[in-house]
């Protein structure tokens, strides 16, 4: 009887235990993200995306993505003002397109949000100049041979 009983109670409790809740995950990348582990915060607030959390989390979570897709950006470019690379250009975009979902999650104004989608679009505008600039000069180096 004990043996039947551990049968049929295990399976419940082992997927008590192993439920995490949207809340839960976002916290978890929180914590993550505190601890300078940019990515692992993005893939916890991707899977906190995943339990459909309610409309004021799911904002909440895509802005902190955007922040993490942020800090990666800048921690591939060395913290350095050129965030020009392919890779730092990427995250950039992606934490533009999270900082975009984020308002449009919420029905009042996510300030925080704008803000930093502005300063995005200002990076991602200042390094396609500096691409457009690299383009000439390579041009002209390759005319001047």
């Known amino acids: 009887m004990k043996r039947i009983l551990f049968a049929a109670v295990f399976p419940i409790?082992?997927?008590a235990c192993t439920f995490r809740s949207?809340?839960?995950l976002y916290n978890e990348g929180?914590?993550?993200?505190r601890?300078?582990?940019?990515?692992?915060?993005?893939d916890r607030y991707k899977e906190a995306l995943e339990k459909d959390p309610s409309p004021g989390l799911t904002a909440r979570i895509y802005f902190n993505a955007g922040n993490?897709?942020?800090k990666e950006a800048l921690a591939s470019s060395g913290e350095s003002a050129d965030l020009s690379s392919a890779d730092s250009e990427n995250r950039?975009?992606?934490a533009l397109e999270l900082y975009c979902l984020a308002q449009a999650c919420c029905s009042e104004s996510f300030a925080a949000a704008?803000?930093?989608?502005?300063?995005?679009r200002v990076r991602l505008s200042g390094s396609e100049q500096?691409?457009?600039e690299q383009n000439s000069e390579e041009q002209n180096s390759e005319e001047q041979n």
Do not use: D, K, P
């Open 22 to 24: 949207a809340a839960s």
């Open 130 to 132: 500096n691409s457009e």
């Open 68 to 70: 993490a897709s942020v």
């Open 114 to 120: 704008a803000v930093n989608a502005e300063w995005v």
């Open 35 to 42: 601890e300078g582990r940019f990515t692992e915060a993005a």
């Open 13 to 15: 409790f082992f997927s």
């Open 30 to 33: 929180n914590e993550l993200y």
């Open 92 to 94: 950039l975009r992606q």
